[in-house]
């Protein structure tokens, strides 16, 4: 595991705090498999934090334990400073979970689906009508909350399970892929609710996703592969280690372009399309290359390193190679969860 | 991070009869289900009416001179019966479209006892099917029954046990069964040949041993024999319909008396009540 130090123990007065997850040689095995394999990190209290990888990356299976929904067989994990394993109940009320999969009644009313959580989730009576009232209004349901959920779009089911893993004020909001089978818009509107409890209510989220640009509104991001933790740090963080940004120049004659900027000190490789310049802010340094250079050029491409290329770089391979259709893999892993 | 609303509810108390409205919370959620789709309501009666009607008529040709005492009559408590215990396993049941639909997840990583849950549910699913078993009694006057206000009364609470019992029984099924396909199995293999077998269709006496054996392992014998003995109570039967169609079980020659079977049917819903609960507390 890179070891991105400040990252790992999260930054400046977070750390006076106590850590809202903390996680320490947390391993999960199956028979033979280790599914989770001897994983540590923290999160501070109002952090966003992203868990990203592939499907049976381990993802799934580090939260459910975090959920208490499946029991460590090896190491430890505290929420908001108590034992998953042993305070199951301490750590439930502190929880608010979003799955993959909706679940949902939708043959009762929004409301009375929030009214049946905040029951459960020991809502101090007095307080049901207004947090029920709140947190619709955090997501924009509150017009809909007599409404069947049988008569809810899929998008606004999502929200309303953000609205409803919010209602009884948790110290951790859970995500576990929390975008599947939504479209683009939808997940732009789903970010934003979550963005909002963080703001409006201090939640720290914790999120796993297999999508790039969903992992990039985090404040940190752990990458997960074959149930190690092989990278951790922030978005730019992460970015850095790849390096600097790349420009590509196509010129009339790559030689003495190459040439030119060696000459000037510049960090050049001639590639197959044309010569290659590693810079630091490659955009903003365009018109200085083309300067030295000197004219004949025909094309220029900006490459800024994405997570796509850090996780390229971790895991030696593309995070949408072993992509499974996901909603059938949302519901067989249910299945399987709910058979243990 | 503005405007921290009210009170955080992650302090150390719990709310006083947190498990107690939890068990409220998951029973009247049965109740708005059960209240929410009629066609449920109206065609779970159909089932019963054919029973009741065309088994009803057809026997009555068969069964002879009984006194002026109709088959019908003798089938009645019996289809009551059918109809909670029907209504009992399949809301209970229910269970493996929460689990399918992802609604089973959402109740068991609450921060409650599974005791909880299953209590809810149960009482829930019972009190669904005794309301059920008693829209039944509108059909007494069709066909002869005479029902008293405290014969009313019996009949839902014996409707109650019974269905509780049944219910209990449906939940921890529901615990051992994942995929809806197992629901298909377990009407066919338990609910029916239980209601066959249980004396709601015919009488228990005179039967050849094999059957005899069956009916008195059949827990239900015992729930469906105390309500025919008080609707049989308050009818008036001669004396030569009441030896042809015996209301009570007998076990190696001995007559039941009501409060024995009750105490049956209640040591058999506390074994699967306490199985449903250790059936829904696993966890890997």
């Given amino acids: 595991m890179v070891e991105l130090d400040r990252a790992e123990t999260g930054t400046g007065d977070r750390e006076l705090a106590p850590a809202a997850v903390e996680v320490e040689h947390l391993t999960k095995s199956f028979g033979a498999t280790r599914a989770v394999n001897g994983v540590s990190f923290r999160v501070a209290p109002g952090e966003i934090f992203a868990f990203l990888g592939p499907n049976g990356a381990g993802k799934s299976t580090t939260i459910n334990m975090l959920c208490t929904l499946a029991a460590p067989t090896g190491g430890t994990a505290r929420i908001d400073g108590y034992d998953v394993a042993t305070q199951p109940n301490d750590v439930r009320r502190r929880i608010g979970l979003v799955f993959q999969e909706q679940t949902l009644d939708d043959q009762l009313t929004a409301e009375e689906n929030l009214r049946f959580h905040a029951v459960l989730y020991g809502v101090p009576h007095a307080d049901r009508r207004a947090r029920i009232t709140r947190v619709l209004e955090l997501v924009k349901l509150s017009d809909r909350a007599g409404d069947l959920v049988s008569t809810f779009s899929g998008g606004m089911a999502r929200r309303l399970e953000i609205a409803r893993g919010m209602l009884h004020t948790p110290a951790v909001l859970f995500l576990d892929e929390p975008t599947i089978g939504l479209d683009p818009q939808t997940r732009a509107l789903m970010w934003d609710d979550v963005s909002t409890m963080r703001t409006e209510e201090g939640v720290t989220v914790f999120l796993t996703t297999h999508y790039m640009d969903e992992a990039e509104i985090a404040d940190r991001i752990a990458i997960i592969d074959h149930g190690v933790i092989v990278a951790l740090g922030t978005p730019e963080e992460l970015k850095a280690v790849i390096g600097a940004d790349t420009v590509d120049l196509h010129t009339d004659d790559d030689d003495r372009a190459l040439a030119g900027l060696r000459e000037a000190g510049e960090r050049v490789e001639r590639v197959a399309e044309g010569v290659r310049v590693f810079t630091a802010d490659g955009e903003a340094r365009v018109p200085r290359l083309l300067e030295l250079v000197g004219g004949g050029v025909t094309s220029v491409h900006v490459h800024r390193p994405t997570l796509e290329d850090v996780f390229l770089h971790y895991t030696g391979r593309e995070i949408r190679e072993d992509e499974a259709p996901a909603p059938l893999t949302g519901r067989a892993r249910a299945r399987r969860a709910h058979r243990r | ?284």
Avoid: C
Wanted: aromatic share 12%.
């Fill in chain 2, 1 to 284: 991070m503005s405007a921290i609303p009210a009170t955080r509810a992650h302090g150390p108390t719990v709310p006083r009869w947190h498990e107690l409205r939890t068990v409220g919370m998951v029973w009247e959620r049965e109740l708005i289900r059960f209240e929410r789709n009629r066609t449920r309501i109206v065609t779970s009666l159909s089932q019963p009416l054919l029973f009741l009607f065309v088994l009803g008529y057809g026997m009555s040709t068969l069964v002879g001179s009984t006194g002026g005492f109709d088959f019908k009559k003798f089938l009645f408590p019996g289809i009551v019966s059918m109809s909670v215990v029907s209504t009992a396993i399949f809301s209970a049941i229910s269970i493996v479209w929460d689990r399918e639909f992802g609604f089973l997840r959402e109740m068991l990583v609450a921060p409650v006892s599974r005791a909880s849950l299953v209590t809810g549910k149960t009482l829930g699913g019972a009190t669904v099917a005794a309301v059920q078993g008693t829209i039944m009694l509108v059909l007494a006057p069709l066909i002869g029954v005479h029902l008293t206000v405290a014969l009313v009364f019996e009949v839902i609470g014996l409707e109650l046990v019974m269905a509780v019992a049944l219910t209990a029984f449906g939940v921890f099924v529901a615990s051992r069964i994942s995929r809806i396909e197992g629901f298909q199995v377990v009407m066919q293999l338990v609910l029916f040949p239980m209601l066959f077998l249980s004396g709601a269709l015919f009488p228990l006496s005179g039967l050849p041993t094999w059957l005899s054996v069956l009916t008195r392992l059949n827990p239900l014998t015992y729930a469906v024999a105390p309500l025919r003995q008080v609707v049989f109570a308050v009818q008036h039967v001669p004396p030569v319909a009441a030896a042809r169609f015996s209301a009570t079980v007998t076990l190696f020659g001995y007559t039941l008396p009501v409060w024995l079977e009750l105490v049956m049917v209640a040591a058999f819903a506390g074994v699967f009540f306490t199985l449903a609960i250790q059936g829904f507390s696993r966890r890997d």
